[in-house]
T-cell receptor
Framework: EAGVTQFPSHSVIEKGQTVTLRCDPISGHDNLYWYRRVMGKEIKFLLH????????ESGMPNNRFLAERTGGTYSTLKVQPAELEDSGVYFC??????????????FGEGSRLTVL | QQQVKQSPQSLIVQKGGISIINCAYE??????FPWYQQFPGKGPALLIA?????SEKKEGRFTISFNKSAKQFSLHIMDSQPGDSATYFC?????????????FGSGTQLTVLP
C-alpha cells in the first residue's frame, strides 16, 4: 500500500511568487490534514478535510493560503503571494474514519518551501 | 501560546543508555497523547501513544509515563541504540475536536553515540 505522497519535495521561490503543493493521501483515507513546521519550531495544524469538505481550517495563517481537495482525493495547498515567513516544511497526513472513530495519522515526507 | 511544551531541545546519549524526553500541556481537555519519531528526510511516524486513564504504557524499549495531575508526560527509551537517533515529537489531541487535530511539541533531536 502506497503511503502519503507529497510533491514537490523542495521548492525555492522568490517573495511574491506563487507555489502549489500537492498531497496524495493513502487510498481510502477520508481525512486529510495539512501541517507546517517553521524554523525548527513545533509542527502546527493548518487544516483538515473530510473527503472534499473543509472540516476545520482554524490553523490557516491568512488568506494567502488556499487549500482544495476536489473530488475528495488529492489535495493542493497554494500560497499566493509567498512571503519570507512562509518558509518551512509543509506536511500532509491522512487517516481513516469509521463511525465516530478516527485512526492513526500517516504523514508524508513533507514539502520544504524556501522563500527568498 | 504553545500548548505543549517539550524539553530538552536536543539530547545526546551513549549507546545502551536511557533517553528521557519530557512534555507538559495546559489544556485539560486533551485526552490522547502520542509520540512521533521522525528520521531525516522522512515524515513523522507514530511511535507510541497513551490515553489519560493509564499512567504508563510500554512497547518494547519505549515507555510513556503519564502524570495527569501534573499535566506532564514523558518518553523513556531504554537501551538506546544509534538507530534511535531521530527527532521526537510529543503531541496531544482532543477526542471531541477535529478528528486528530494534533498539537505538537517543538521536538527533541536525539543523538545516540555508538
Amino acid at each position: 500500500e502506497a503511503g502519503v505522497t507529497q510533491f514537490p519535495s523542495h521548492s525555492v521561490i522568490e517573495k511574491g511568487q506563487t507555489v502549489t503543493l500537492r498531497c496524495d493521501p493513502i487510498s481510502g483515507h477520508d481525512n486529510l490534514y495539512w501541517y507546517r513546521r517553521v524554523m525548527g519550531k513545533e509542527i502546527k495544524f493548518l487544516l483538515h478535510f473530510v473527503k472534499e469538505s473543509k472540516q476545520d481550517e482554524s490553523g490557516m495563517p491568512n488568506n494567502r493560503f488556499l487549500a482544495e481537495r476536489t473530488g475528495g482525493t488529492y489535495s493542493t495547498l497554494k500560497v499566493q503571494p509567498a512571503e519570507l515567513e512562509d518558509s518551512g516544511v509543509y506536511f500532509c497526513a491522512s487517516s481513516r474514519s469509521w463511525g465516530s472513530n478516527t485512526g492513526e495519522l500517516f504523514f508524508g515526507e513533507g514539502s520544504r518551501l524556501t522563500v527568498l | 501560546q504553545q500548548q505543549v511544551k517539550q524539553s530538552p531541545q536536543s539530547l545526546i546519549v551513549q549507546k545502551g543508555g536511557i533517553s528521557i524526553i519530557n512534555c507538559a500541556y495546559e489544556n485539560t481537555a486533551f485526552d490522547y497523547f502520542p509520540w512521533y519519531q521522525q528520521f531525516p528526510g522522512k515524515g513523522p511516524a507514530l511511535l507510541i501513544a497513551i490515553r489519560p486513564d493509564v499512567s504508563e504504557k510500554k512497547e518494547g524499549r519505549f515507555t510513556i509515563s503519564f502524570n495527569k495531575s501534573a499535566k506532564q508526560f514523558s518518553l523513556h527509551i531504554m537501551d538506546s541504540q544509534p538507530g534511535d537517533s531521530a527527532t521526537y515529537f510529543c503531541a496531544a489531541s482532543i477526542r471531541g475536536g477535529s478528528a486528530r487535530q494534533l498539537t505538537f511539541g517543538s521536538g527533541t533531536q536525539l543523538t545516540v553515540l555508538p
